[in-house]
């Protein structure tokens, strides 16, 4: 059941967005992500500063449209959110400034598309979107994902890459080295880089412990 004091101090424009915040039925871009990101957000914010209510209406929208991640529109999947979530602010009466800055930061939070955020807002939702990518949360999305993809968890003759080259389309294991590692460089705010180096150090010792037991 929704609560919308979850999303507190912005509960009535979380009851307002989230019939709008995910479609479809992939369970690593639910309400249960967009809340972690939510969370992820917030203290960011208390932190780094910035504008609450733009950055709120941001994470609550940055997934409005589902493209899955085999599809080959993956990369323009902000892009669309972010068309998609100015339609909604428009309804709702948002002045033309605000929903260009909310825009930006959808558009600007995916890996995929490979933009440059350039404002506080859009940096902060970037930061918060990729922490829920690493740590324990971010391993059990990979594997979750893995599955939606049909692939293996792990090649059982080389699960290291020692000998063949990485595809994180075949064993979901890969997706630690093809992309997981590399998030915790590119955090773009002093908080969620000071996060990002913890997480990213749980996801390492659970590769750790996984080779262990296989």
């Given at each position: 059941m929704f609560e919308a004091k979850a999303f507190s101090p912005f509960e009535s424009l979380?009851?307002?967005?989230?019939?709008?915040?995910?479609?479809?039925?992939?369970?690593s871009h639910?309400?249960?992500?967009?809340?972690?990101?939510?969370?992820?957000?917030?203290?960011?914010?208390?932190?780094?500063?910035?504008?609450g209510r733009i950055l709120a209406a941001a994470v609550l929208l940055h997934d409005c449209v589902a493209v899955e991640k085999s599809s080959p529109l993956r990369s323009k999947a902000s892009a669309?959110?972010?068309?998609?979530?100015?339609?909604?602010?428009?309804?709702?009466?948002?002045?033309?400034?605000?929903?260009?800055?909310?825009?930006?930061?959808?558009?600007?939070h995916s890996?995929?598309?490979?933009?440059?955020?350039?404002?506080?807002?859009?940096?902060?939702?970037?930061?918060?979107?990729?922490l829920?990518?690493?740590?324990?949360?971010?391993?059990?999305?990979?594997f979750y994902i893995g599955g939606r993809m049909a692939s293996g968890l792990y090649d059982p003759f080389d699960p290291a890459a020692e000998r063949r080259p990485l595809d994180d389309r075949r064993f979901a294991i890969d997706h630690f080295q093809t992309k997981l590692f590399?998030?915790?460089?590119?955090?773009?705010?002093?908080a969620g880089r000071a996060l990002a180096a913890e997480r990213d150090k749980r996801l390492r010792d659970f590769l750790t412990a996984f080779m262990d037991e296989i």
């Open positions: 979380a009851a307002k967005l989230t019939p709008y915040a995910t479609e479809g039925d992939d369970g639910d309400l249960a992500h967009i809340l972690r990101v939510f969370r992820n957000a917030m203290r960011i914010h208390a932190t780094e500063g910035g504008n669309l959110a972010a068309e998609k979530a100015s339609g909604i602010l428009k309804k709702l009466g948002w002045a033309t400034d605000e929903i260009a800055a909310v825009a930006h930061a959808i558009t600007t890996f995929s598309a490979n933009i440059t955020p350039e404002t506080l807002e859009a940096r902060i939702l970037q930061d918060a979107d990729r829920d990518a690493i740590g324990m949360v971010g391993a059990a999305r990979c590399k998030l915790a460089d590119g955090f773009q705010t002093v």
